[in-house]
């Protein structure tokens, strides 16, 4: 079963995490929920760099002349 962090956008998750933010730098919160809001925090920040991870794949093998996406070659599978 996906996380609920899988499911959100890119930019979904850059805001909830630009608010995680927030709201721990206003001091105001207690510090079980600092935990779990750094829980949180850490797992959409992972969500968000496998996402440009994978756009930067796809930006890196665009084929110019066709347009069209080239699968991935893992570096260490050519020889």
């Known amino acids: ?3 609920k ?3 959100l956008t890119f930019e979904d998750a ?3 995490l630009e608010a ?3 709201s721990m730098e206003s ?3 207690p510090l079980a929920d600092l935990v779990a809001k750094f829980e949180e925090g850490s797992n959409l920040l992972k969500n968000c760099q496998q996402k440009l991870k ?8 665009l084929n110019i002349k066709t ?3 080239e699968p991935f ?7």
Do not use: H, S
């Not at 070659?73 to 020889?79: G, P, R």
């Open 73 to 79: 070659e893992d570096a260490t599978t050519e020889t």
């Open 54 to 61: 994978e756009a930067e794949l796809k930006i890196e093998k």
């Open 5 to 7: 962090n899988d499911t």
């Open 27 to 29: 001091g105001d919160t």
């Open 67 to 69: 347009g069209e996406v």
């Open 1 to 3: 079963m996906p996380k």
């Open 14 to 16: 850059l805001g909830r």
């Open 20 to 22: 995680i933010l927030e």
